[in-house]
């Protein structure tokens, strides 16, 4: 069965750091792309950051310069780097790994206090 499942989350004062991660079974890895996504209620889920499998990365302008998207494909792993953080960032960031088809996690929980 193809799973996606997100850690790192937390609650975390704004100008701080959080480390996410997303570990993939179930799929050949290395030739997804992956990608970061976030929600709050009342809102459509909004693209954070991807990554091809060739290494090429796409940012939301919302996070350039203080969000880095990474992977691992010896550990079926992506990662996103969320450095000076802000309580707009706050949310349910998932996980999605897209190539013929499409997978989501379930989803983690950032909030950013003031």
């Known amino acids: 069965q193809v799973q996606l499942v997100e850690s790192g989350g937390g609650l975390v004062q704004a100008g701080g750091s959080l480390r996410l991660s997303c570990a993939a079974s179930g799929i050949i890895f290395s030739p997804y792309t992956m990608g970061w996504y976030r929600q709050v209620p009342g809102k459509q889920r909004e693209l954070v950051a991807t990554i091809s499998s060739g290494g090429t990365t796409n940012y939301a302008d919302s996070v350039k310069g203080r969000f880095t998207i990474s992977r691992d494909n010896a550990k079926n792993t992506v990662y996103l780097q969320m450095n000076s953080l802000k309580v707009e960032d706050t949310g349910v960031y998932f996980c999605?790994?897209?190539?013929?088809?499409?997978?989501w996690g379930q989803g983690t929980q950032v909030t950013v206090s003031s």
């Open positions: 999605n790994a897209r190539l013929a088809g499409i997978y």
